[in-house]
């Protein structure tokens, strides 16, 4: 089971897919890359929108691509958000309703600045006031504001997963590979937006991974990706 755990496919939800149809098509190119599973992530920033109306919004969306897809062999999609961080974010109880499925993670966009002890250390409370793992979005995009080794040391030392986008194999592939071997990435993921310019791209990823590595580290991945969703914690109602 290959899955894909950073997407924007809902339509119309926010910078993502554009359209009902985009989605579809998405949703193939996900099947023919040979992606199993998807995890719809629409971007939430708690400082513009309210929870509520988000959920609102995301759930009609997803409703319209289930019932465009009924019947077809198409990727399984769970329902998810990519959540912006902000100062004492481990306090706020809506989290909950924006983990990944029925688990108890959560993907965590943080701000692209200087991390400051005090905000690791709200990451963590996460974790340890609501038992929520966060998984750290592209944390490629955050590694030119501080020194990479030292701040994933202190990473690796906290509840976290650690997320990268495939575009950083593709395009950085020396700096990733070596991030890879030292054990600093968990999982990869696409952050899929469009049909063009940012479409899915795992399998260029897991093919140029298993080249160069080997299939260790793609089956230390997929193990990983496999155990998150397999953690049914969290219920719904």
Known sequence: MKIDFHTHILPAVDD?????EESVELLKMQKQRGVSTVVATPHFYPHRDKPERFLERRNKAFQKLQAE??????????????????????????????????????????????????????????YTKQG????????????????WR?????????????QVNGSFFLEHGKFAFKMLKEGYIDIIASDCHNT??????LHLVRELIERQLGEEYLNRITLTEQTILSKTINSRG
């Open 16 to 20: 993502g897919s554009s359209s009902l």
């Open 150 to 162: 030292k701040i994933l040391k202190k990473l690796a030392e906290l509840q976290v997963v650690i």
């Open 132 to 147: 929520i793992i966060p998984i750290i979005a592209h944390i490629e995009r955050y590694i030119n504001f501080f020194n």
């Open 69 to 126: 897809i009924a019947g077809q062999q198409l990727p399984e999609v769970i329902l998810g958000a990519e959540v912006y961080y902000f100062n004492g974010i481990s306090q706020w109880e809506g989290l909950k309703d924006l983990t990944i499925g029925e688990t108890n993670y959560l993907l965590l966009e943080m701000p692209g600045t200087q991390w400051t002890d005090r905000m690791l250390e709200d990451i963590n409370s996460i």
């Open 196 to 201: 063009t310019s940012r479409k899915p791209n």
